[in-house]
C-alpha cells in the first residue's frame, strides 16, 4: 500500500541540458497493432551544461528500444543502459554526433492519450508535457529546441490524411496499398510541439492574407460527414488571425496552419507548431447541435491555440515550472479578444465567475500553489485554473497598471529580446517593467506566492471637511502551500502583493463624482487606478459635497476577496446605478450572497421556509433588473447574467466556518421559487417579448436576448404549475437551435417526472449519433437536482452512451457531477464520494490525467461536517491505498490527505 505523496521535483534545482539537439528527422510508419519510430538526433555538446562531461541520457516511456546507432555504428550492449524510463548512452560522445533509435510503439492500447495514441477514425498525437518520451527516446524538456522532420507512412485506404508540423515536402504510394508524406517545419520548437495524424478526414479549406501579404492556407480537418460544422471553428481562426494582426502586429509565419478535431483528447486543445489537434467540443457546432456558450467557447480555444504561435511557440518556456509564462499570457489575449467579440461586461464577468468557481477553491484547498509553483510531482496536475485563469489575472494586472500603450511595447520588447528562445517569467516582467520604468520587483510575488489576498476596505466622510476617507488593509494568511514549504524547512518570506484597485464614487443621483486626491490640484477623473503596495494604505478624495458610494474594484482589477461594508441599500443603488459593468453584477451578486447567507442560517435554524430572511425590497431590485433591459441601452445579455444568483459552488466558498450543503441548496431554491412567484408575470412578458423570429446567429445580441428569455424560462420553470410545464414542453419541440433546447431540457430535467423522462428519452433518441450532443444528454442529469440523481448517474455509468475510456464523456457525467452538484457529491450518506472514488480507481488504471481531474473533487472536503469529512476520508483513503496507484492522482490524494 503506498501512503506517500510521490517525488517531487523543484525549480531551485534547474540546470540547463548537458546537449543540445540541432535537428530531429522522424519516420514514423503505422502498422497493423503498432508503430515504428526512427528518430536520427543531431545532438551536441551544450557549452552551457553544467557538467561538460556529463553523459546522454533520455527520456522514453512505454517503447520497446530495438536498436541504437552512434553515428552509424550500432551499439551493443554496455554501451548504453536502458533504465526507468531512461535510456543512458555510455558509449564515448564526440562534441557533436547524431544518434539514431528505432523504437516500436502501441499506439492501439494508449489509453493515456498522451503521446501517439487511436481515436476512432485514425492515430492523434498529444505531446505536452511529456508524451513525445511516449513516441521516442528524446531529451524531453521544453529548453531543448530543434527543427524537425518527419516522414509518416500508413495504409492509404483506411489512413488518407497525413499531417506533421510545418510544410509538405513530399509524398507518394508505396507496396501494400500504404502511403507516405513528409513534412518539415522551418521553426526550432521544443518536443512538446510536435504532433501528426494519420486519419481518414474530411477537410475545410480557406486563405487568409496577412498584413505583409503572405498567403496561408487555413484548413480544417473533421472526421468524415461533419464537414457542415466546421465553419464556425474557421471563422473563428481567421479572426483571430486579424485579430493578433491589429491588436499585437503579430502575424503568422507559417504557410499552412492546420486544425485537426478529434473526439478523444484530454484536455482542449492543443497549439502545436502549425498542426493544432482539438477537441471536437471546441470544433465541431451547428445551431442545433451546439449552444451559444458552444460558439463562444469554440471562438476563444481557437484563438487561444492561434495566439500561442506567439506567446508559447515562437517564445517558449525555459521549465515546465514557467508554465503560465505561456498560458497566463495566451489566457489573457483570447480574453481581450472576447471582450472585444462579444459584449466586453458579460465576458469579464463570466471570466470572474470561473474564476470563482475553478480558482478560489484550488487557492484555498490543498493543491494551492502560485502561478509559477517552486515544486510538482507530476507536471500535468499544474494544467491548473490558478496557471491559467489567476496567471491570465496577474498579467492583466501589469496590463492594468502600466496602461495599454506601455504593455504594447513590453510585449514588443519581450519578443525582440526573446524570438525562438526558452524563458522563464522573469524574462516577461523584465521586459513589461524595462518598456514601462514602473519597478515591478514587489509585483513579482504574485510569481511566487499562493492563496486570495483579502482586501479589507473601510470608507469615511466627513460633511465638515467634504472628505472622503478609504483605507485599504490587505490580508494574505499561508495557504496549504507554504505551510507545505515551512515543513520541508523552505519556507520563503512573504511580503505585501501590488495589486491595481480601480475605484470611483457613485453619488446619490448615480452620478460619478470627480476624485481629487488630497494633494492634487486638480480632479483628474471620475475614476481611478490606485496602486497598492502596503499592508495598510489610506486615500483621501477631497472636494465631495455628499457621502459617496464607492465603486470599487472595477472590471475585477485584482483577483482578491474585496470585504467593504455595504449596506443593502448601497448595493441596490450600485447595482442599479454603477457605469462599470462588472461592479453592476458584483452588488447584486453581493446582495444575494448576504441574503442567501442569512437563508442558510435560518434553514439550519428551522425557520427557512417563512423567507422572512428575504429583504423587503430585493423583489422591487430584481424587478428593475429585470425591466431594465429593455430600457434604452438596456444589455440583455448582461441582466440573464445578473438575475443568476450565486452558485452553490461560489456560496460552500463564500461560508465561512462549516458549510452545510444542504442548507445552501435550501436557500438559494427558496429564494429562486420566491423570485419566480412574486415575478411571474414579468418573467412571462419578458419570455414573449425576447422571442426571436430571424434565422439562429450565434452573435452577442441574439445570444444575448436568448440568454435572457431563457433565464426567464428557468424562473417559470420554478412555479412548477401546468402552465409553466407547458411552456417547457413548448420550447422543447419547437427549439429550432440547441440554445433553446438545451435550455428547455435542463429546466425539464431538474424535477424526476414523466415529462422529464419523456423528454430525456426522445433528445437521446434524435441524438444518439452525436457524441458532443450526448455529452449534453449526460451532463443534463448528472448537475440535476431531483432527488433521484446519484442514483441515476451510477445508473448511466453502464449505459451504452457512456464510454469511461472518452474524457469527455467522463467530464460530463462524473466531472460534472461532483464539480457542480455539491447537493448530491456532498450526499450526507458519502454515496457521492464512494461514487468518485470508484471512478477515480477505474479511470487510474486507463487514464491517470483524468482520473487525477476527478480527484481534484475532494479539494474542499476539510469545509464539511464531520461526518462528510469521515466519509471524504475514508474515500481517500482507499483510493490512496490502491497498489498501482499513478503519480498524477497519488499526488492529488497525497495532499488531499496531508
Ligand atoms: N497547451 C494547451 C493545453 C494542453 C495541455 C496538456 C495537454 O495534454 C496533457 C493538452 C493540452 C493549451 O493551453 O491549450
Ligand atoms: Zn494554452
Same mark, same amino acid.
Given at each position: 500500500?503506498?501512503?506517500?505523496?510521490? =517525488?517531487?521535483?523543484?525549480?531551485?534545482?534547474?540546470?540547463?541540458?548537458?546537449?543540445?539537439?540541432?535537428?530531429? @528527422?522522424?519516420?514514423?510508419?503505422?502498422?497493423?497493432?503498432?508503430?515504428?519510430?526512427?528518430?536520427?538526433?543531431?545532438?551536441?555538446?551544450?557549452?552551457?551544461?553544467?557538467?561538460?562531461? %556529463?553523459?546522454?541520457?533520455?527520456?522514453?516511456?512505454?517503447?520497446?528500444?530495438?536498436?541504437?546507432?552512434?553515428?552509424?555504428?550500432?551499439?551493443?550492449?554496455?554501451?548504453?543502459?536502458?533504465?526507468?524510463?531512461?535510456?543512458?548512452?555510455?558509449?564515448?560522445?564526440? &562534441?557533436?554526433?547524431?544518434?539514431?533509435?528505432?523504437?516500436?510503439?502501441?499506439?492501439?492500447?494508449?489509453?493515456q492519450l498522451s503521446g501517439l495514441y487511436r481515436s476512432k477514425d485514425g492515430y492523434f498525437t498529444q505531446c505536452e508535457a511529456e508524451g513525445f518520451r511516449r513516441i521516442t527516446w528524446f531529451l524531453d524538456r521544453p529548453d531543448v529546441m530543434a527543427k524537425y522532420t518527419v516522414t509518416i507512412h500508413a495504409d492509404k485506404a483506411q489512413f488518407p490524411v497525413l499531417l506533421g508540423n510545418g510544410n509538405p515536402v513530399g509524398a507518394g504510394d508505396e507496396e501494400g496499398g500504404r502511403h507516405w508524406a513528409k513534412w518539415e517545419d522551418p521553426f526550432r520548437k521544443p518536443s512538446y510541439l510536435f504532433a501528426m495524424v494519420a486519419a481518414k478526414l474530411d477537410m475545410l479549406e480557406d486563405w487568409f492574407v496577412t498584413k505583409s501579404g503572405r498567403k496561408v492556407r487555413c484548413a480544417v480537418y473533421v472526421e468524415p460527414g461533419k464537414l457542415d460544422q466546421c465553419g464556425h471553428a474557421m471563422a473563428a481562426l481567421k479572426k483571430s488571425m486579424k485579430w493578433d494582426e491589429d491588436v499585437f502586429g503579430l502575424e503568422m509565419d507559417l504557410d499552412h496552419y492546420m486544425i485537426v478535431a478529434v473526439g478523444d483528447f484530454n484536455m482542449g486543445a492543443m497549439e502545436n507548431k502549425g498542426l493544432n489537434i482539438f477537441n471536437t467540443k471546441y470544433v465541431l457546432a451547428r445551431p442545433d447541435t451546439a449552444t451559444d456558450?458552444?460558439?463562444?467557447?469554440?471562438?476563444?480555444?481557437?484563438?487561444?491555440?492561434?495566439?500561442?504561435?506567439?506567446?508559447?511557440?515562437?517564445?517558449?518556456?525555459?521549465?515546465?515550472?514557467?508554465?503560465?509564462?505561456?498560458?497566463?499570457?495566451?489566457?489573457?489575449?483570447?480574453?481581450?479578444?472576447?471582450?472585444?467579440?462579444?459584449? %466586453?461586461?458579460?465576458?469579464?464577468?463570466?471570466?470572474?465567475?470561473?474564476?470563482?468557481t475553478a480558482q478560489f477553491p484550488e487557492d484555498a484547498g490543498p493543491m494551492a500553489h502560485p502561478i509559477r509553483p517552486a515544486s510538482y510531482a507530476e507536471i500535468n496536475n499544474f494544467y491548473s485554473a490558478t496557471v491559467y485563469e489567476k496567471g491570465a489575472e496577474v498579467i492583466r494586472m501589469i496590463h492594468t497598471l502600466i496602461g495599454k500603450d506601455a504593455f504594447r511595447k513590453g510585449m514588443d520588447l519581450y519578443f525582440a529580446r526573446h524570438d525562438g528562445q526558452a524563458v522563464t517569467c522573469e524574462d516577461f516582467v523584465a521586459a513589461m517593467q524595462d518598456a514601462s520604468g514602473l519597478d515591478l520587483t514587489q509585483f513579482k510575488r504574485w510569481y511566487n506566492q499562493a492563496g486570495t489576498p483579502k482586501l479589507l476596505v473601510r470608507g469615511a466622510y466627513d460633511a465638515a471637511t467634504k472628505r472622503f476617507t478609504l483605507d485599504v488593509e490587505q490580508q494574505y494568511p499561508a495557504t496549504a502551500y507554504e505551510k507545505r514549504l515551512e515543513a520541508e524547512g523552505r519556507a520563503v518570506a512573504r511580503g505585501a502583493y501590488h495589486l491595481p484597485l480601480v475605484i470611483g464614487l457613485l453619488g446619490a443621483d448615480g452620478r460619478e463624482l470627480p476624485l481629487r486626491l488630497a494633494g492634487e490640484s486638480a480632479a483628474a477623473d471620475t475614476q481611478r487606478v490606485l496602486s497598492i503596495t502596503e499592508d495598510r494604505q489610506q486615500f483621501v478624495f477631497e472636494d465631495l459635497a455628499e457621502a459617496p458610494v464607492p465603486s470599487l474594484l472595477r472590471g475585477f482589477s485584482a483577483p482578491v476577496v474585496l470585504d467593504y461594508p455595504y449596506s443593502q441599500a448601497?448595493?441596490?443603488?450600485?447595482?442599479?446605478?454603477?457605469? &462599470?459593468?462588472?461592479?453592476?453584477?458584483?452588488?447584486?451578486?453581493?446582495?444575494?450572497?448576504?441574503?442567501?447567507?442569512?437563508?442558510?442560517?435560518?434553514? =439550519?435554524?428551522?425557520?427557512? @421556509?417563512?423567507?422572512?430572511?428575504?429583504?423587503?425590497?430585493?423583489?422591487?431590485?430584481?424587478?428593475?433588473?429585470?425591466?431594465?433591459?429593455?430600457?434604452?441601452?438596456?444589455?440583455?445579455?448582461?441582466?440573464?447574467?445578473?438575475?443568476?444568483?450565486?452558485?452553490?459552488?461560489?456560496?460552500?466558498?463564500?461560508?465561512?466556518?462549516?458549510?452545510?450543503?444542504?442548507?445552501?441548496?435550501?436557500?438559494?431554491?427558496?429564494?429562486?421559487?420566491?423570485?419566480a412567484n412574486e415575478l411571474k408575470g414579468p418573467f412571462a412578458a419578458a419570455y414573449h417579448e425576447l422571442k426571436i423570429d430571424a434565422p439562429y446567429s450565434p452573435e452577442a445580441t441574439?445570444?444575448?436576448?436568448?440568454?435572457?428569455?431563457?433565464?426567464?424560462?428557468?424562473?417559470?420553470?420554478?412555479?412548477?404549475?401546468?402552465?409553466?410545464?407547458?411552456?417547457?414542453?413548448? =420550447?422543447? &419541440?419547437?427549439?429550432?437551435?440547441?440554445?433553446?433546447?438545451?435550455?428547455?431540457?435542463?429546466?425539464?430535467?431538474?424535477?424526476?417526472?414523466?415529462?422529464?423522462?419523456?423528454?430525456?428519452?426522445?433528445?437521446?433518441?434524435?441524438?444518439? &449519433?452525436e457524441a458532443l450532443v450526448v455529452d449534453k444528454w449526460l451532463q443534463v442529469q448528472s448537475t440535476s437536482r431531483a432527488p433521484d440523481t446519484g442514483a441515476r448517474v451510477r445508473a448511466l455509468l453502464d449505459h451504452p452512451a457512456f464510454d469511461i475510456r472518452n474524457p469527455n464523456k467522463v467530464y460530463a457525467l462524473i466531472r460534472a457531477f461532483c464539480a457542480a452538484n455539491p447537493k448530491h457529491f456532498h450526499a450526507a450518506d458519502g454515496s457521492g464520494y464512494a461514487l468518485a472514488a470508484d471512478a477515480i480507481l477505474q479511470l487510474d488504471a486507463l487514464n491517470p490525467q483524468v482520473a487525477a481531474r476527478i480527484a481534484r473533487s475532494f479539494d474542499r472536503w476539510r469545509k464539511f461536517d464531520t461526518q462528510r469529512q469521515s466519509l471524504a476520508r475514508m474515500a481517500l483513503v482507499r483510493v490512496q491505498g490502491h497498489d498501482k496507484l499513478s503519480r498524477d492522482v497519488a499526488e492529488i490524494v497525497g495532499k488531499a490527505l496531508e
Open positions: 500500500m503506498r501512503t506517500d505523496t510521490p =517525488q517531487a521535483i523543484y525549480l531551485k534545482d534547474y540546470t540547463p541540458p548537458a546537449f543540445q539537439i540541432e535537428t530531429v @528527422d522522424l519516420d514514423i510508419s503505422i502498422e497493423a497493432g503498432f508503430a515504428c519510430v526512427t528518430a536520427s538526433l543531431a545532438c551536441q555538446r551544450n557549452p552551457a551544461a553544467a557538467d561538460p562531461s %556529463a553523459s546522454l541520457v533520455l527520456n522514453g516511456e512505454d517503447l520497446k528500444l530495438e536498436s541504437v546507432r552512434l553515428d552509424g555504428r550500432p551499439l551493443g550492449q554496455g554501451e548504453y543502459v536502458l533504465c526507468a524510463d531512461q535510456l543512458m548512452i555510455h558509449a564515448e560522445l564526440p &562534441d557533436s554526433f547524431t544518434l539514431t533509435t528505432v523504437s516500436t510503439i502501441n499506439p492501439d492500447g494508449n489509453t456558450i458552444d460558439f463562444q467557447n469554440i471562438d476563444r480555444v481557437v484563438a487561444h491555440e492561434y495566439f500561442h504561435n506567439w506567446t508559447g511557440n515562437r517564445v517558449t518556456c525555459r521549465d515546465w515550472f514557467q508554465l503560465s509564462l505561456k498560458e497566463g499570457l495566451t489566457v489573457f489575449r483570447d480574453q481581450q479578444f472576447g471582450m472585444d467579440m462579444h459584449s %466586453a461586461g458579460v465576458t469579464r464577468i463570466q471570466e470572474v465567475r470561473t474564476l470563482r448601497d448595493l441596490t443603488h450600485l447595482m442599479a446605478r454603477d457605469s &462599470d459593468a462588472f461592479c453592476r453584477w458584483e452588488a447584486g451578486q453581493r446582495l444575494a450572497t448576504d441574503i442567501l447567507m442569512a437563508g442558510v442560517a435560518a434553514f =439550519q435554524a428551522g425557520s427557512g @421556509d417563512t423567507l422572512a430572511w428575504v429583504p423587503a425590497g430585493y423583489v422591487d431590485a430584481m424587478r428593475a433588473l429585470l425591466g431594465s433591459a429593455f430600457a434604452p441601452g438596456g444589455d440583455p445579455a448582461l441582466v440573464a447574467e445578473a438575475l443568476m444568483l450565486p452558485s452553490e459552488v461560489v456560496l460552500i466558498e463564500a461560508t465561512e466556518g462549516t458549510v452545510d450543503p444542504d442548507a445552501i441548496h435550501a436557500a438559494r431554491l427558496a429564494l429562486r421559487r420566491h423570485l441574439q445570444a444575448g436576448a436568448r440568454a435572457l428569455r431563457n433565464a426567464c424560462l428557468s424562473y417559470i420553470a420554478e412555479v412548477d404549475d401546468a402552465e409553466s410545464l407547458a411552456l417547457l414542453q413548448n =420550447q422543447f &419541440d419547437s427549439a429550432n437551435n440547441m440554445t433553446d433546447s438545451m435550455a428547455a431540457l435542463s429546466a425539464l430535467a431538474q424535477f424526476a417526472s414523466p415529462a422529464r423522462d419523456a423528454a430525456l428519452e426522445r433528445f437521446l433518441a434524435k441524438w444518439k &449519433d
